[in-house]
Protein backbone atom coordinates (compact mmCIF):
# COMPACT_ATOMS: atom_id res chain seq x y z
CA UNK A 1 0.00 0.00 0.00
CA UNK A 2 1.94 3.31 -0.96
CA UNK A 3 1.82 6.22 0.88
CA UNK A 4 -1.72 7.80 -0.59
CA UNK A 5 -3.75 4.82 0.13
CA UNK A 6 -2.48 4.54 3.79
CA UNK A 7 -3.49 8.53 3.86
CA UNK A 8 -6.88 7.96 3.11
CA UNK A 9 -8.10 4.83 4.94
CA UNK A 10 -6.46 6.38 7.77
CA UNK A 11 -8.50 9.96 7.00
CA UNK A 12 -11.79 7.68 6.82
CA UNK A 13 -10.91 5.81 10.15
CA UNK A 14 -10.24 9.28 11.90
CA UNK A 15 -13.35 10.81 10.33
CA UNK A 16 -15.68 7.96 12.05
CA UNK A 17 -13.05 7.46 15.38
CA UNK A 18 -15.28 8.33 18.19
CA UNK A 19 -18.38 6.40 16.56
CA UNK A 20 -16.36 3.54 16.31
CA UNK A 21 -15.16 3.58 20.22
CA UNK A 22 -18.17 4.66 21.03
CA UNK A 23 -21.34 2.19 18.97
CA UNK A 24 -22.53 5.27 16.82
CA UNK A 25 -25.94 6.42 17.93
CA UNK A 26 -28.49 9.22 16.50
CA UNK A 27 -28.45 12.47 16.01
CA UNK A 28 -32.13 14.08 17.21
CA UNK A 29 -33.04 17.43 17.64
CA UNK A 30 -29.11 19.44 17.00
CA UNK A 31 -27.79 16.75 19.80
CA UNK A 32 -25.72 13.36 19.77
CA UNK A 33 -27.75 10.75 21.30
CA UNK A 34 -25.79 7.80 22.51
CA UNK A 35 -28.53 5.66 22.41
CA UNK A 36 -29.40 2.32 24.54
CA UNK A 37 -30.73 -0.01 21.95
CA UNK A 38 -28.97 -3.17 21.03
CA UNK A 39 -25.54 -2.87 19.45
CA UNK A 40 -24.60 -4.69 16.07
CA UNK A 41 -21.25 -4.48 14.12
CA UNK A 42 -20.23 -2.98 11.32
CA UNK A 43 -17.99 -4.87 8.56
CA UNK A 44 -14.76 -3.82 6.56
CA UNK A 45 -15.85 -4.80 3.34
CA UNK A 46 -11.93 -5.03 2.25
CA UNK A 47 -10.56 -6.97 5.04
CA UNK A 48 -13.48 -8.64 6.67
CA UNK A 49 -12.71 -6.91 10.21
CA UNK A 50 -15.04 -5.60 12.50
CA UNK A 51 -15.39 -1.62 11.97
CA UNK A 52 -17.48 -0.53 14.82
CA UNK A 53 -21.10 -0.82 16.49
CA UNK A 54 -24.07 0.83 15.68
CA UNK A 55 -27.40 1.13 18.02
CA UNK A 56 -30.44 -0.07 17.00
CA UNK A 57 -32.64 3.42 18.12
CA UNK A 58 -35.29 1.97 20.77
CA UNK A 59 -39.37 3.01 20.08
CA UNK A 60 -38.57 6.02 22.73
CA UNK A 61 -35.54 7.35 20.56
CA UNK A 62 -37.53 6.94 17.35
CA UNK A 63 -40.51 8.68 19.15
CA UNK A 64 -37.85 11.21 20.05
CA UNK A 65 -36.63 11.55 16.66
CA UNK A 66 -39.78 12.08 15.07
CA UNK A 67 -41.06 14.20 17.55
CA UNK A 68 -37.85 16.57 17.16
CA UNK A 69 -39.08 16.82 13.07
CA UNK A 70 -42.95 17.78 14.12
CA UNK A 71 -41.44 20.17 16.50
CA UNK A 72 -39.23 21.45 14.26
CA UNK A 73 -41.97 21.46 11.20
CA UNK A 74 -43.77 24.69 11.35
CA UNK A 75 -40.97 27.33 11.61
CA UNK A 76 -38.91 25.54 8.81
CA UNK A 77 -41.93 25.00 6.65
CA UNK A 78 -42.73 29.27 7.17
CA UNK A 79 -39.04 29.74 6.48
CA UNK A 80 -38.66 32.41 4.00
CA UNK A 81 -37.49 30.02 1.46
CA UNK A 82 -34.54 32.41 0.15
CA UNK A 83 -33.02 31.66 3.52
CA UNK A 84 -33.57 27.83 3.44
CA UNK A 85 -31.43 28.22 -0.15
CA UNK A 86 -28.91 30.23 1.97
CA UNK A 87 -28.66 27.41 4.31
CA UNK A 88 -28.51 24.44 2.12
CA UNK A 89 -26.08 26.17 -0.66
CA UNK A 90 -24.02 25.95 2.62
CA UNK A 91 -24.41 22.64 3.37
CA UNK A 92 -23.51 21.86 -0.26
CA UNK A 93 -20.03 24.24 0.52
CA UNK A 94 -19.36 21.88 3.79
CA UNK A 95 -19.88 18.54 1.94
CA UNK A 96 -17.35 20.03 -0.68
CA UNK A 97 -15.13 21.24 1.57
CA UNK A 98 -15.11 17.46 3.51
CA UNK A 99 -15.42 15.65 -0.22
CA UNK A 100 -12.08 13.56 0.14
CA UNK A 101 -13.67 12.58 3.74
CA UNK A 102 -16.85 11.65 2.93
CA UNK A 103 -15.64 9.42 0.43
CA UNK A 104 -12.65 7.86 2.57
CA UNK A 105 -15.39 6.80 4.79
CA UNK A 106 -17.52 5.47 1.61
CA UNK A 107 -14.75 3.46 0.62
CA UNK A 108 -14.12 2.07 4.01
CA UNK A 109 -17.88 1.43 5.16
CA UNK A 110 -19.30 0.20 1.89
CA UNK A 111 -16.03 -0.93 0.05
CA UNK A 112 -16.93 1.21 -3.27
CA UNK A 113 -14.22 2.16 -4.94
CA UNK A 114 -12.49 5.61 -4.47
CA UNK A 115 -12.40 6.66 -8.35
CA UNK A 116 -16.27 6.41 -8.64
CA UNK A 117 -16.56 7.65 -4.54
CA UNK A 118 -14.47 10.82 -4.74
CA UNK A 119 -17.03 12.23 -7.35
CA UNK A 120 -20.26 10.95 -5.62
CA UNK A 121 -19.40 13.19 -2.53
CA UNK A 122 -19.32 15.88 -5.26
CA UNK A 123 -22.86 14.71 -6.83
CA UNK A 124 -24.19 14.67 -3.57
CA UNK A 125 -22.84 18.37 -2.91
CA UNK A 126 -24.41 19.10 -6.39
CA UNK A 127 -27.99 17.25 -5.26
CA UNK A 128 -28.27 19.92 -2.23
CA UNK A 129 -26.88 23.43 -4.61
CA UNK A 130 -29.58 22.08 -7.38
CA UNK A 131 -32.66 21.76 -4.73
CA UNK A 132 -31.52 24.72 -2.75
CA UNK A 133 -31.95 27.02 -5.56
CA UNK A 134 -35.09 26.00 -6.76
CA UNK A 135 -36.25 26.40 -2.94
CA UNK A 136 -37.87 29.95 -3.57
CA UNK A 137 -40.03 28.26 -6.91
CA UNK A 138 -40.99 25.31 -4.61
CA UNK A 139 -44.37 26.69 -3.79
CA UNK A 140 -45.30 28.07 -6.95
CA UNK A 141 -48.52 26.55 -8.88
CA UNK A 142 -50.55 27.10 -12.04
CA UNK A 143 -53.00 29.84 -12.87
CA UNK A 144 -56.52 28.00 -14.20
CA UNK A 145 -58.87 30.55 -14.68
CA UNK A 146 -62.28 29.68 -16.28
CA UNK A 147 -64.96 32.41 -16.98
CA UNK A 148 -66.62 32.44 -14.04
CA UNK A 149 -63.78 31.71 -11.87
CA UNK A 150 -59.92 32.39 -10.78
CA UNK A 151 -58.43 28.92 -10.11
CA UNK A 152 -54.61 28.95 -8.63
CA UNK A 153 -52.86 26.40 -7.23
CA UNK A 154 -49.81 26.42 -4.85
CA UNK A 155 -47.90 23.72 -2.98
CA UNK A 156 -47.09 23.70 0.94
CA UNK A 157 -44.49 21.10 2.40
CA UNK A 158 -46.34 17.73 3.51
CA UNK A 159 -44.74 17.82 7.16
CA UNK A 160 -41.72 15.42 8.88
CA UNK A 161 -40.59 12.96 6.56
CA UNK A 162 -38.77 9.43 6.55
CA UNK A 163 -36.13 8.79 4.12
CA UNK A 164 -35.04 5.40 4.02
CA UNK A 165 -31.93 4.77 1.86
CA UNK A 166 -29.69 1.00 1.14
CA UNK A 167 -25.98 0.67 1.57
CA UNK A 168 -25.12 0.67 -2.52
CA UNK A 169 -24.18 4.80 -2.45
CA UNK A 170 -25.26 5.91 0.57
CA UNK A 171 -24.20 9.62 0.86
CA UNK A 172 -25.27 10.43 -2.96
CA UNK A 173 -28.24 8.58 -2.59
CA UNK A 174 -29.99 9.75 0.94
CA UNK A 175 -28.72 13.46 -0.79
CA UNK A 176 -31.11 13.37 -3.55
CA UNK A 177 -34.00 12.82 -0.81
CA UNK A 178 -33.11 15.04 1.92
CA UNK A 179 -31.95 17.91 0.10
CA UNK A 180 -35.39 18.14 -1.72
CA UNK A 181 -37.30 17.55 1.40
CA UNK A 182 -35.05 20.06 2.99
CA UNK A 183 -35.55 22.58 0.52
CA UNK A 184 -39.43 22.28 -0.23
CA UNK A 185 -40.11 23.00 3.79
CA UNK A 186 -40.01 19.48 5.03
CA UNK A 187 -38.68 17.97 8.00
CA UNK A 188 -36.23 15.19 7.85
CA UNK A 189 -36.06 11.69 10.05
CA UNK A 190 -33.32 9.46 8.28
CA UNK A 191 -32.75 5.93 8.57
CA UNK A 192 -29.54 4.98 6.73
CA UNK A 193 -28.84 1.13 5.68
CA UNK A 194 -27.69 -0.83 8.97
CA UNK A 195 -24.11 -2.33 6.62
CA UNK A 196 -23.39 1.38 5.94
CA UNK A 197 -24.24 3.90 8.36
CA UNK A 198 -21.07 6.44 8.81
CA UNK A 199 -21.45 8.48 5.85
CA UNK A 200 -25.13 9.23 6.76
CA UNK A 201 -23.19 10.67 10.34
CA UNK A 202 -20.78 13.13 8.22
CA UNK A 203 -24.11 14.43 6.43
CA UNK A 204 -26.38 15.38 9.61
CA UNK A 205 -22.56 17.10 11.17
CA UNK A 206 -22.43 19.00 7.85
CA UNK A 207 -25.58 20.15 7.75
CA UNK A 208 -26.18 21.49 11.37
CA UNK A 209 -22.33 23.10 10.85
CA UNK A 210 -24.21 24.74 7.73
CA UNK A 211 -27.12 26.27 10.17
CA UNK A 212 -29.75 23.91 9.56
CA UNK A 213 -31.86 24.28 12.63
CA UNK A 214 -32.20 21.79 15.25
CA UNK A 215 -35.03 19.12 14.66
CA UNK A 216 -35.18 19.82 10.94
CA UNK A 217 -32.90 16.90 10.26
CA UNK A 218 -32.44 14.04 12.63
CA UNK A 219 -30.59 10.62 11.84
CA UNK A 220 -31.94 7.56 13.46
CA UNK A 221 -29.43 4.24 13.15
CA UNK A 222 -31.33 1.05 13.30
CA UNK A 223 -33.20 -2.34 11.56
CA UNK A 224 -34.88 -2.40 9.01
CA UNK A 225 -37.70 -4.20 10.51
CA UNK A 226 -37.53 -2.23 14.34
CA UNK A 227 -36.66 1.43 13.44
CA UNK A 228 -37.50 1.57 9.99
CA UNK A 229 -40.74 -0.26 10.55
CA UNK A 230 -41.67 1.94 13.39
CA UNK A 231 -41.01 5.26 11.51
CA UNK A 232 -42.81 4.05 8.26
CA UNK A 233 -45.97 3.30 10.59
CA UNK A 234 -45.20 6.58 12.85
CA UNK A 235 -48.76 8.77 11.89
CA UNK A 236 -46.75 11.88 12.13
CA UNK A 237 -44.36 10.81 9.26
CA UNK A 238 -46.37 12.18 6.67
CA UNK A 239 -44.03 10.43 3.76
CA UNK A 240 -41.74 8.19 3.54
CA UNK A 241 -39.31 8.14 0.68
CA UNK A 242 -37.02 5.04 0.44
CA UNK A 243 -34.24 3.21 -1.88
CA UNK A 244 -34.02 -0.13 -1.94
CA UNK A 245 -35.34 -3.61 -2.36
CA UNK A 246 -38.60 -4.12 -4.36
CA UNK A 247 -40.07 -6.84 -1.51
CA UNK A 248 -38.90 -4.12 1.35
CA UNK A 249 -41.00 -1.17 -0.71
CA UNK A 250 -43.82 -3.89 -0.25
CA UNK A 251 -43.49 -4.55 3.11
CA UNK A 252 -43.27 -0.50 3.71
CA UNK A 253 -46.69 -0.05 1.82
CA UNK A 254 -48.54 -2.44 3.83
CA UNK A 255 -47.00 -0.86 7.16
CA UNK A 256 -47.55 2.57 6.24
CA UNK A 257 -51.60 1.57 5.06
CA UNK A 258 -52.86 2.18 8.54
CA UNK A 259 -51.94 6.12 8.19
CA UNK A 260 -52.33 6.49 4.58
CA UNK A 261 -48.71 7.20 4.25
CA UNK A 262 -47.88 8.82 0.54
CA UNK A 263 -44.92 6.19 -0.70
CA UNK A 264 -41.88 7.10 -3.23
CA UNK A 265 -40.49 4.29 -4.04
CA UNK A 266 -37.07 3.56 -5.93
CA UNK A 267 -36.27 -0.34 -6.13
CA UNK A 268 -34.85 -3.41 -7.70
CA UNK A 269 -33.64 -3.52 -11.73
CA UNK A 270 -32.47 -5.82 -13.92
CA UNK A 271 -31.85 -3.23 -16.63
CA UNK A 272 -30.89 -4.22 -20.53
CA UNK A 273 -28.51 -2.76 -22.38
CA UNK A 274 -29.63 -3.90 -26.03
CA UNK A 275 -27.31 -3.52 -28.88
CA UNK A 276 -28.10 -3.97 -32.22
CA UNK A 277 -25.84 -4.88 -35.35
CA UNK A 278 -25.46 -1.44 -37.03
CA UNK A 279 -24.42 0.39 -33.25
CA UNK A 280 -21.37 1.48 -32.21
CA UNK A 281 -19.72 -1.67 -31.08
CA UNK A 282 -16.91 -0.18 -29.71
CA UNK A 283 -19.03 2.53 -27.37
CA UNK A 284 -21.84 -0.10 -26.87
CA UNK A 285 -18.88 -2.19 -25.60
CA UNK A 286 -17.20 0.18 -23.56
CA UNK A 287 -20.84 1.70 -21.46
CA UNK A 288 -22.06 -1.95 -21.43
CA UNK A 289 -19.18 -3.14 -19.12
CA UNK A 290 -19.37 0.65 -17.34
CA UNK A 291 -22.58 0.44 -15.89
CA UNK A 292 -22.51 -3.15 -14.85
CA UNK A 293 -18.99 -3.44 -13.26
CA UNK A 294 -18.66 0.14 -12.02
CA UNK A 295 -19.88 0.49 -8.34
CA UNK A 296 -19.02 -2.96 -7.45
CA UNK A 297 -21.98 -4.26 -9.60
CA UNK A 298 -24.10 -2.65 -6.76
CA UNK A 299 -26.28 -0.42 -8.61
CA UNK A 300 -29.60 0.08 -9.18
CA UNK A 301 -29.51 1.18 -12.58
CA UNK A 302 -26.16 -1.50 -13.70
CA UNK A 303 -26.61 -2.72 -17.25
CA UNK A 304 -27.05 -6.89 -15.78
CA UNK A 305 -28.80 -8.13 -19.26
CA UNK A 306 -26.61 -7.96 -22.30
CA UNK A 307 -29.40 -8.34 -25.10
CA UNK A 308 -26.96 -8.38 -28.26
CA UNK A 309 -28.44 -8.69 -32.14
CA UNK A 310 -27.58 -12.72 -32.84
CA UNK A 311 -25.27 -11.69 -36.00
CA UNK A 312 -23.14 -10.33 -33.44
CA UNK A 313 -23.54 -12.17 -30.46
CA UNK A 314 -20.71 -14.39 -30.16
CA UNK A 315 -17.99 -11.69 -31.17
CA UNK A 316 -19.48 -9.11 -29.27
CA UNK A 317 -19.85 -11.32 -25.93
CA UNK A 318 -16.22 -12.98 -26.66
CA UNK A 319 -15.07 -9.10 -26.71
CA UNK A 320 -16.38 -8.87 -23.20
CA UNK A 321 -15.30 -11.59 -22.15
CA UNK A 322 -11.62 -10.44 -22.85
CA UNK A 323 -12.48 -7.02 -20.88
CA UNK A 324 -14.18 -8.64 -17.78
CA UNK A 325 -11.15 -10.89 -17.35
CA UNK A 326 -8.69 -7.65 -17.44
CA UNK A 327 -10.94 -5.65 -14.66
CA UNK A 328 -8.52 -4.55 -11.72
CA UNK A 329 -9.87 -6.08 -8.57
CA UNK A 330 -8.45 -4.93 -5.31
CA UNK A 331 -8.31 -2.47 -2.83
CA UNK A 332 -10.91 0.16 -2.96
CA UNK A 333 -8.78 3.29 -1.64
CA UNK A 334 -6.30 2.30 -4.85
CA UNK A 335 -7.06 4.82 -7.27
CA UNK A 336 -6.42 2.01 -9.93
CA UNK A 337 -9.03 -0.58 -8.54
CA UNK A 338 -12.17 -0.57 -11.02
CA UNK A 339 -13.97 -3.38 -8.58
CA UNK A 340 -13.58 -3.29 -5.09
CA UNK A 341 -15.64 -5.88 -2.52
CA UNK A 342 -19.28 -6.39 -1.85
CA UNK A 343 -20.16 -5.08 0.94
CA UNK A 344 -21.13 -7.63 3.51
CA UNK A 345 -20.86 -11.86 3.28
CA UNK A 346 -24.01 -12.43 3.41
CA UNK A 347 -24.32 -10.74 0.04
CA UNK A 348 -21.15 -12.62 -1.05
CA UNK A 349 -22.76 -15.76 -0.35
CA UNK A 350 -26.06 -14.61 -2.68
CA UNK A 351 -24.53 -13.09 -5.75
CA UNK A 352 -21.74 -16.19 -5.87
CA UNK A 353 -24.70 -18.56 -5.35
CA UNK A 354 -25.44 -17.86 -8.82
CA UNK A 355 -22.47 -19.59 -10.09
CA UNK A 356 -23.85 -22.62 -9.60
CA UNK A 357 -27.48 -21.60 -10.79
CA UNK A 358 -26.29 -20.04 -13.92
CA UNK A 359 -24.40 -23.60 -14.54
CA UNK A 360 -27.24 -25.61 -13.22
CA UNK A 361 -29.45 -23.79 -15.70
CA UNK A 362 -27.38 -24.81 -18.85
CA UNK A 363 -25.16 -20.69 -19.32
CA UNK A 364 -21.41 -21.01 -19.57
CA UNK A 365 -19.43 -19.08 -17.31
CA UNK A 366 -17.35 -16.89 -20.18
CA UNK A 367 -15.25 -15.39 -17.47
CA UNK A 368 -15.35 -15.21 -13.51
CA UNK A 369 -17.54 -17.19 -11.63
CA UNK A 370 -15.53 -17.65 -8.00
CA UNK A 371 -15.19 -15.71 -4.75
CA UNK A 372 -11.54 -14.30 -4.95
CA UNK A 373 -9.13 -16.58 -3.07
CA UNK A 374 -6.73 -15.48 -0.72
CA UNK A 375 -8.15 -12.29 1.14
CA UNK A 376 -10.34 -11.85 3.91
CA UNK A 377 -13.07 -9.21 2.55
CA UNK A 378 -15.78 -9.64 0.23
CA UNK A 379 -13.98 -9.81 -3.16
CA UNK A 380 -16.45 -12.02 -6.38
CA UNK A 381 -14.38 -11.98 -9.56
CA UNK A 382 -16.46 -9.91 -12.09
CA UNK A 383 -18.17 -12.24 -14.40
CA UNK A 384 -20.00 -12.74 -17.12
CA UNK A 385 -22.79 -15.50 -18.11
CA UNK A 386 -23.55 -16.50 -21.44
CA UNK A 387 -25.75 -18.27 -23.42
CA UNK A 388 -28.43 -17.69 -21.26
CA UNK A 389 -31.58 -17.77 -21.96
CA UNK A 390 -35.03 -16.02 -21.02
CA UNK A 391 -36.13 -18.08 -18.57
CA UNK A 392 -33.23 -18.54 -16.47
CA UNK A 393 -33.08 -17.64 -12.88
CA UNK A 394 -29.80 -15.69 -13.86
CA UNK A 395 -31.79 -13.77 -16.44
CA UNK A 396 -34.79 -12.36 -13.89
CA UNK A 397 -33.65 -11.88 -11.00
CA UNK A 398 -31.54 -8.58 -9.48
CA UNK A 399 -28.26 -10.43 -8.52
CA UNK A 400 -26.80 -6.74 -7.56
CA UNK A 401 -23.24 -7.52 -8.26
CA UNK A 402 -20.42 -7.28 -10.79
CA UNK A 403 -22.55 -10.27 -12.56
CA UNK A 404 -23.66 -9.53 -16.39
CA UNK A 405 -25.63 -11.89 -18.46
CA UNK A 406 -25.37 -12.25 -21.81
CA UNK A 407 -28.86 -13.18 -23.85
CA UNK A 408 -28.85 -13.34 -27.89
CA UNK A 409 -31.97 -11.59 -29.77
CA UNK A 410 -33.32 -11.97 -33.46
CA UNK A 411 -34.56 -8.59 -34.76
CA UNK A 412 -36.41 -5.52 -33.46
CA UNK A 413 -39.59 -7.32 -32.26
CA UNK A 414 -37.37 -9.99 -30.37
CA UNK A 415 -35.58 -7.45 -28.26
CA UNK A 416 -38.42 -5.81 -27.49
CA UNK A 417 -40.12 -8.56 -26.06
CA UNK A 418 -37.15 -9.95 -24.47
CA UNK A 419 -36.08 -6.47 -22.64
CA UNK A 420 -40.20 -6.69 -21.68
CA UNK A 421 -40.27 -9.84 -20.28
CA UNK A 422 -39.61 -9.13 -17.11
CA UNK A 423 -41.00 -8.18 -13.47
CA UNK A 424 -38.49 -4.76 -13.45
CA UNK A 425 -38.92 -1.49 -15.24
CA UNK A 426 -35.78 0.34 -14.23
CA UNK A 427 -33.72 1.56 -16.95
CA UNK A 428 -32.44 0.55 -20.06
CA UNK A 429 -29.93 1.22 -22.60
CA UNK A 430 -30.07 1.06 -26.41
CA UNK A 431 -27.95 1.23 -28.49
CA UNK A 432 -28.02 1.92 -32.69
CA UNK A 433 -27.29 4.29 -35.28
CA UNK A 434 -30.75 4.27 -36.85
CA UNK A 435 -33.38 6.84 -35.61
CA UNK A 436 -35.81 5.41 -36.50
CA UNK A 437 -35.63 2.18 -34.68
CA UNK A 438 -34.17 4.34 -31.80
CA UNK A 439 -37.48 6.11 -31.58
CA UNK A 440 -39.67 2.91 -31.64
CA UNK A 441 -37.91 0.75 -29.50
CA UNK A 442 -37.51 3.64 -26.90
CA UNK A 443 -41.29 3.94 -26.92
CA UNK A 444 -41.95 0.29 -26.65
CA UNK A 445 -39.63 -0.25 -23.69
CA UNK A 446 -41.28 -0.73 -20.45
CA UNK A 447 -38.80 1.51 -18.18
CA UNK A 448 -38.81 4.65 -16.46
CA UNK A 449 -35.92 5.60 -17.99
CA UNK A 450 -34.50 4.88 -21.29
CA UNK A 451 -30.98 6.22 -22.63
CA UNK A 452 -30.05 6.11 -26.46
CA UNK A 453 -26.15 5.19 -27.51
CA UNK A 454 -25.20 6.54 -24.08
CA UNK A 455 -24.07 5.19 -20.52
CA UNK A 456 -26.51 6.62 -17.47
CA UNK A 457 -25.63 10.29 -17.58
CA UNK A 458 -27.73 12.01 -14.58
CA UNK A 459 -29.05 15.50 -15.46
CA UNK A 460 -30.95 17.04 -12.23
CA UNK A 461 -33.55 18.50 -13.94
CA UNK A 462 -34.34 14.67 -15.84
CA UNK A 463 -37.12 12.27 -13.94
CA UNK A 464 -35.52 9.24 -12.67
CA UNK A 465 -37.15 6.13 -11.25
CA UNK A 466 -39.03 3.02 -12.19
CA UNK A 467 -41.91 1.38 -13.33
CA UNK A 468 -43.06 -2.26 -12.58
CA UNK A 469 -41.49 -3.27 -9.49
CA UNK A 470 -38.97 -0.55 -10.21
CA UNK A 471 -40.47 1.85 -8.12
CA UNK A 472 -43.24 4.47 -7.61
CA UNK A 473 -42.68 7.90 -8.68
CA UNK A 474 -40.20 10.06 -9.69
CA UNK A 475 -37.03 11.88 -8.55
CA UNK A 476 -35.41 14.47 -9.41
CA UNK A 477 -36.68 18.53 -11.14
CA UNK A 478 -39.95 19.42 -10.09
CA UNK A 479 -40.73 16.02 -9.71
CA UNK A 480 -39.04 15.93 -6.22
CA UNK A 481 -41.17 19.06 -5.09
CA UNK A 482 -44.36 17.06 -6.00
CA UNK A 483 -44.15 14.13 -3.80
CA UNK A 484 -42.64 16.39 -0.68
CA UNK A 485 -45.59 19.17 -0.89
CA UNK A 486 -49.17 18.77 -1.20
CA UNK A 487 -50.80 20.86 -3.97
CA UNK A 488 -54.14 23.73 -3.27
CA UNK A 489 -56.44 24.63 -5.81
CA UNK A 490 -58.12 28.58 -4.57
CA UNK A 491 -61.74 28.70 -6.66
CA UNK A 492 -61.96 32.95 -6.74
CA UNK A 493 -65.70 33.39 -8.12
CA UNK A 494 -65.63 36.42 -10.31
CA UNK A 495 -69.17 37.18 -9.45
CA UNK A 496 -70.81 36.18 -12.15
CA UNK A 497 -72.13 32.78 -11.92
CA UNK A 498 -75.09 31.59 -10.53
CA UNK A 499 -75.46 28.98 -7.80
CA UNK A 500 -78.38 26.23 -8.07
CA UNK A 501 -80.73 27.31 -5.70
CA UNK A 502 -82.38 24.66 -3.51
CA UNK A 503 -85.07 24.36 -0.81
CA UNK A 504 -87.42 27.61 -1.98
P1 LIG B 1 -33.12 -3.16 1.49
O1 LIG B 1 -34.49 -3.04 0.94
O2 LIG B 1 -32.74 -4.43 2.16
O3 LIG B 1 -32.85 -2.02 2.58
C1 LIG B 1 -32.98 -0.65 2.28
C2 LIG B 1 -33.32 0.10 3.55
O4 LIG B 1 -34.61 -0.32 4.00
C3 LIG B 1 -32.35 -0.15 4.71
O5 LIG B 1 -32.14 1.05 5.40
C4 LIG B 1 -33.12 -1.13 5.57
O6 LIG B 1 -32.75 -1.09 6.92
C5 LIG B 1 -34.54 -0.64 5.38
N1 LIG B 1 -35.59 -1.62 5.68
C6 LIG B 1 -35.53 -2.97 5.56
N2 LIG B 1 -36.71 -3.53 5.94
C7 LIG B 1 -37.53 -2.50 6.30
C8 LIG B 1 -38.86 -2.43 6.77
N3 LIG B 1 -39.61 -3.52 6.95
N4 LIG B 1 -39.38 -1.21 7.03
C9 LIG B 1 -38.66 -0.09 6.85
N5 LIG B 1 -37.38 -0.10 6.41
C10 LIG B 1 -36.82 -1.29 6.13
O7 LIG B 1 -32.15 -2.80 0.29
P2 LIG B 1 -30.56 -2.91 0.26
O8 LIG B 1 -30.21 -4.37 0.18
O9 LIG B 1 -30.01 -2.07 1.35
O10 LIG B 1 -30.21 -2.19 -1.13
C11 LIG B 1 -30.14 -2.83 -2.36
C12 LIG B 1 -31.42 -2.63 -3.14
O11 LIG B 1 -31.65 -1.24 -3.35
C13 LIG B 1 -31.36 -3.24 -4.55
O12 LIG B 1 -32.55 -3.92 -4.82
C14 LIG B 1 -31.22 -2.02 -5.46
O13 LIG B 1 -31.67 -2.20 -6.77
C15 LIG B 1 -32.02 -1.01 -4.72
N6 LIG B 1 -31.66 0.34 -5.15
C16 LIG B 1 -32.53 1.02 -5.97
C17 LIG B 1 -32.22 2.30 -6.44
C18 LIG B 1 -33.15 3.05 -7.38
O14 LIG B 1 -32.94 4.23 -7.57
N7 LIG B 1 -34.15 2.41 -7.95
C19 LIG B 1 -31.01 2.89 -6.07
C20 LIG B 1 -30.15 2.17 -5.24
C21 LIG B 1 -30.48 0.90 -4.78
Redesign the pocket.
Known amino acids: MDLDLMTRRDAALKAIENHRIVPLGHFIGGDTVKGVGQSYDVLEPATGQVLGKVRDSTPEETEAAVSAARSAFLEWSRTPPGHRRQILNKVADGIVARADEIAAVECLDTGQCWRFMSKAAIRGAENFRFFADRAPAAADGQMLPTADHLNYTSRSPIGPVAV?????TPFM?STWKIAPALAAGCTVVH????WSPYSARLLVEIAHDAGVPPGVFNLVNG???TT??R??EHPDIKAVA?????S?GS??MR?GAATLKRVHF????KNPVIVFEDADLDAALDAAIFMIYSLNGQR?TSSSRLLVQRSIYDAFVEKAAERVRKLKVGDPFDPATEVGPLIHPRHLAKVSSYADIATSEGARIAAGGAVVQGSEGYFFQPTLFTNATQDMRIARE?I?GPVLTAIPFDDERDAISKANDIDYG?AAYLWTRDLERALRVSDALEAGMVWVNSENVRHLPTP?G?VKA??IGRDGGDWSFDFYMETKNVALARGTHTTPRLGL
Open positions: ITPWNLKPAELGEGKLTFVGESTAIQELGGCEFLFGSG
